[in-house]
């Protein structure tokens, strides 16, 4: 690629030259082999390059603009993108099929160079696509093995120093040989990936061939570390001496694992190959880190890696007989460093390898080659559409400014500078600016891959199930309150288990808490907002003690999965820690000052309020609204579905525990249909935030709106309802992308999310493989109750809700096509289990399309083009959430402006907002109100007064802040 053809092209100089022509133009490369005619690939050509429209030298804009889709120069246009996308992906892809890969090996061995195969594929999804992966293993080895190992030998490649070694070598990853691959559940994931790698291993101990485990993202690692460890210690492949496994030297924790894995390899008795890399997914680490909120887990500086590289260099060639030394790096100073060692050391250079990438680097992995050494080329092979996605890494990572290749051929840095030292580089890397510290940062999610998160989860789950069982009355005042009437509140997992018995109030005792709440209002809010936001503070942080005890509790009240139960508890506190930083802002009073004249705007409580909540985030949203209404200074009578009323039990203890006085919160567990009338009708209420289902969301509406002679003020109505969210996927989106953000946007919590996909409207050239991939996607998910780490899909609320929604998907199999029917049978006696259903080719009229079921429902809804897509997915009473997968710029423009929703996602999830980064809310008939976790919703809790005051006494004023 550093040939003079390649630059002729000029298109990686440009690129270069300029970061957003390269997004432009690697963007466009990623969609490339996905689109099927001529006209799309000019439009997206133009669509693409109009956004960086003035970055594009005069020659470029001109052809672009004559190239128009149906003319000439149009068509040669795109056919020149297309031969020239190809013949770049050409540079790095040895192939699609077994023949082709077997004239490119053979070529790589005619070099003298030895070689690793590596299938590129889409992201596994589902267990077909498992097992296709595990199958092309199986025919490579058994395909190739025969002929390559019947070739004349050339020593240098074909041996070590002790005698030949396997000509045919494969390296695979451990996540595509299972579509569950979850560090949450190490154990079910292990047993399902371990199943389709012994066969392989098999297949190549028989041929003669060797494997080697890829290592991924971080997230991935230990749990591949650990079967690749696991399979290598079984009787059969104890003496398997060809296999070996990477380390990531960008990882600080590099020194670590290799010091494990030598101890390990020393209990095996039988050595290992291990692959020295950087590490490849650094910009990806980085990211998801800051997404989420951990730590980063790789070197944060290029020369920390090198430095990390050359100390395990070092080790591995100092236990040379254990760990084989293969070094996979372009980088001249890191593989002399290495040779340097090997020679010290006296380790034979036939017992240690150089690898490099195909297509890169080619004059460098001669040189090595003509020096003596092995030289092993990382071979990928496969089809075109995960081809272009490797091409794009392989061209940013070529690009980018830490690129040795970058440095030592484009960039003419002197040799000196090259071959310095890492830790003298170190002194020249120029300090990073600081970033700004936020007031708000969101609490970070678990992560589940520690095994310590794990136990903990674990062990909270275990002390809850002690816990059942239990009494828990109203409390009104700070008194303790029993009724006669009570609801017992059961494991939807397991049906028999009774969770806690709650009492359930009469109207008498709503009364009583909304007299409760007014008789505290006075007090409560002359409190210094600032003391208020305290109280949060203090509710956050016992939260954040009792995290895994609260998410414990959601799991076995309300059929949560491990991972939605723990984003639930981090919502909950980001609530209680934002709206603490907005009230201190807005409780500073806006000044408009003249000379003899001081106006202030400032915000008032506006009195009690009643909060209703729904089961379905049974801590966040009751936290939500109850912690916004007392941060303004509002008492609260807080109401939680019948439901999830331990869980709101267990938020009342820490409110209490952290000393909130006495009627400031009151718990009102009870029936809606008895207890709504006196909270919502009560002449004492001053605003009632509700968030629930649409039905009950507008009857209170409707019953709020009328006045009570008695009242004292018109009642304030917050309202955030259900949804009919939709999906539209394009013609040309990226269904690796697609089909999984549809999954987990569908079915996540059984679909019980008022956030949840339940239309997938997918235009039509993407229509058949999209619904293909989606239903062996859906099949794979993983049905079981929701204490099991490896649920993805638990059951439904309760037994109305089951009833509910096998009713709808009756009804809807009269005059829908069902494609994937899932009762979870197996799992009726236990709880109230319904599986993912989808129907496709859905009537976008039906009831199917238009009403919320509210679980694990998915309607398929086929659209002509583009237009049609968003004429569909606004046909809908409701506004809530919708998303867009596409990779048209010009289509995406047009889903901002035109899509009618809350909440819009692009190319993601439509489901987990998080406060501040995704203020949650919907439009038309799905609320009323701001959004909640926005900087504007503690306002609907409180009064806008504006307070003028004349300060001119016998013709003297003080003088205002501006004159000052
Ligand atoms: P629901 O409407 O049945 O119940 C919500 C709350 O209202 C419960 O506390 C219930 O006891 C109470 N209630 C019921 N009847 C009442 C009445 N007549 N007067 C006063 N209160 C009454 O809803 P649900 O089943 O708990 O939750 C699911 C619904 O909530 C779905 O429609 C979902 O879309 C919606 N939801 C919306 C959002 C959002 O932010 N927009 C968030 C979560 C859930």
Redo the contacts with the bound molecule.
């Keep these: 690629m550093f040939e003079r053809r390649w630059w002729d092209d000029r298109i990686l100089s440009w690129a270069m030259s300029d970061e957003s022509v390269k997004v432009q133009m690697f963007r466009f490369v990623d969609v490339l082999p996905t689109l099927k005619t001529h006209d799309d690939i000019i439009r997206h050509l133009q669509e693409y390059f109009d956004e960086v429209d003035a970055h594009l030298s005069g020659a470029v804009r001109l052809v672009l603009e004559y190239s128009q889709p149906n003319t000439v120069l149009g068509r040669a246009l795109a056919l020149n993108a297309l031969s020239n996308a190809r013949r770049m992906a050409e540079q790095f892809i040895a192939g699609t099929k077994v023949e082709e890969v077997l004239q490119t090996v053979s070529r790589i061995r005619k070099q003298g160079f030895a070689f690793t195969l590596n299938l590129l594929g889409e992201a596994i999804l589902s267990e077909e696509e498992a097992d296709v992966y595990q199958q092309t293993y199986l025919n490579l080895i058994a395909g190739m093995a025969p002929q390559v190992n019947s070739w004349p030998e050339i020593l240098q490649v074909d041996s070590d120093q002790q005698g030949p070694i396997p000509r045919v070598n494969v390296s695979l990853k451990l996540s595509a040989l299972y579509s569950q691959f979850n560090p949450t559940d190490p154990l079910g994931t292990a047993d399902a990936v371990k199943s389709r790698l012994r066969p392989i291993m098999r297949q190549a101990r028989a041929h003669g061939s060797y494997v080697h485990v890829d290592v991924e993202q971080y997230a991935h690692k230990s749990l591949t570390t650990k079967i690749f460890k696991q399979v290598l210690m079984e009787d059969e492949f104890r003496d398997f001496p060809d296999v070996g496994i990477v380390i990531q030297a960008y990882l600080p924790e590099a020194d670590r694992d290799l010091r494990d894995l030598l101890a390990w390899v020393k209990k095996r008795e039988t050595p290992i190959w291990v692959r020295l890399v950087k590490g490849a997914y650094w910009d990806y680490e980085m990211v998801v880190a800051k997404a989420r909120g951990w730590p980063v887990p790789v070197f944060r500086k290029k020369w920390q890696s090198d430095d990390s590289f050359e100390r395990q260099t070092r080790f591995l060639m100092q236990n040379h007989q254990w760990l084989r030394p293969a070094l996979g790096s372009h980088n001249l100073r890191s593989l002399a460093h290495a040779i340097a060692w090997a020679q010290m050391l006296n380790v034979p250079q036939s017992a240690y390898e150089i690898q490099m990438l195909y297509g890169m680097g080619g004059e460098q992995a001669q040189l090595f080659a003509e020096m003596g050494h092995r030289v092993r080329i990382y071979t990928p092979f496969g089809e075109s559409i995960p081809g272009m996605a490797y091409l794009v890494r392989r061209l940013l990572e070529n690009t980018s400014n830490d690129s040795f290749l970058r440095h030592s051929f484009v960039e003419n840095i002197s040799v000196e500078d090259l071959m310095m030292k890492p830790t003298e580089a170190r002194t020249q890397t120029p300090q990073q600016p600081e970033e700004p510290v936020k007031s708000f940062v969101n609490e970070p999610h678990t992560d589940f891959s520690k095994a310590d998160a794990r136990e903990a989860m674990q062990q909270a789950i275990d002390e809850v199930a002690g816990q059942f069982g239990q009494e828990y009355p109203l409390i009104i005042k700070g008194r303790i309150v029993e009724t006669q009437a009570s609801i017992e509140s059961r494991n939807p997992s397991h049906k028999s288990q009774i969770v806690g018995t709650v009492s359930a109030a009469t109207p008498d005792n709503a009364a009583d808490a909304i007299q409760a709440a007014r008789d505290a209002f006075r007090k409560w809010s002359r409190l210094k907002p600032n003391y208020r936001a305290e109280y949060l503070e203090l509710a956050a942080a016992e939260m954040r003690n009792h995290r895994f005890e609260l998410a414990a509790w959601e799991v076995h009240e309300c059929g949560k999965p491990w991972s939605e139960a723990d984003a639930d508890v981090t919502e909950a506190i980001d609530f209680c820690m934002y709206y603490a930083a907005q009230i201190r802002r807005l409780s500073v009073p806006q000044h408009c000052n003249v000379p003899g004249e001081e106006n202030a705007y400032l915000y008032r409580p506006r009195g009690v309020v009643v909060v209703?909540?729904?089961?379905?985030?049974p801590l966040a949203?009751l936290t939500g609204m109850t912690v916004a209404a007392l941060v303004t200074g509002n008492t609260v009578v807080m109401?939680?579905?019948?439901q999830s009323s331990v869980t709101a039990a267990k938020l009342m203890e820490i409110l209490t525990n952290i000393g909130i006085p006495d009627g400031v919160v009151n718990y009102l567990p009870g029936?809606?249909?008895e207890i709504?009338?006196e909270?919502?009708g009560s002449p004492d209420v001053d605003v009632i935030a509700?968030?629930?289902?649409?039905?009950?969301?507008l009857?209170?509406n409707r019953e709020a709106a009328a006045t009570d002679d008695r009242q004292r003020s018109v009642k304030q109505v917050i309202t955030?309802?259900?949804?009919k969210n939709a999906i539209i996927v394009d013609a040309d989106a990226d269904l690796d992308e697609a089909v999984l953000g549809v999954v987990n946007s569908a079915f996540s919590y059984s679909g019980q999310k008022?956030s949840a996909c339940s239309r997938a409207i997918v235009v039509e050239p993407a229509y058949d493989s999209f619904l293909d991939r989606l239903i062996s996607a859906t099949k794979s998910l993983q049905i079981g109750p929701a204490e099991l780490p490896s649920t993805i899909i638990g059951p439904v609320i309760d037994e109305d809700a089951q009833c509910r929604i096998q009713e709808f998907i009756e009804l809807a199999k009269q005059d829908c096509q069902i494609k994937l029917a899932s009762s979870a049978s197996e799992f009726a006696a236990e709880g109230y289990y319904v599986g993912p259903n989808v129907f496709a080719n859905v009537d976008r009229n039906s009831r199917l399309a238009q009403e919320?079921i509210?679980g694990p429902v998915l309607a398929v809804i086929n659209a002509i083009d583009f237009d049609e897509a968003i004429e569909i997915a606004n046909d809908t009473d409701y506004g809530?959430t919708a998303g867009v997968f596409s990779r048209s710029p010009a289509n995406l423009k047009r889903a901002r402006q035109e899509l009618q929703v809350g909440n819009l996602y692009i190319n993601r999830d439509i489901t987990g907002a998080l406060v501040e980064r995704h203020p949650?809310?919907?439009i038309k008939m799905?609320?009323i109100g701001s959004k909640?976790g926005s900087f504007d919703y503690l306002k609907q809790f409180m009064l806008p007064i504006n307070i003028s005051e004349n300060t001119m006494r016998r013709g003297f004023a003080p003088l205002t802040d501006r004159q000052k």
């Design positions: 209703i909540a729904p089961w379905n985030f949203i109401k939680p579905a019948e029936i809606g249909e709504g009338p909270l919502v509700f968030t629930g289902s649409r039905a009950v969301g009857s209170i955030e309802m259900g949804g008022c919320e509210f809530l949650f809310g919907g799905s609320g909640s």
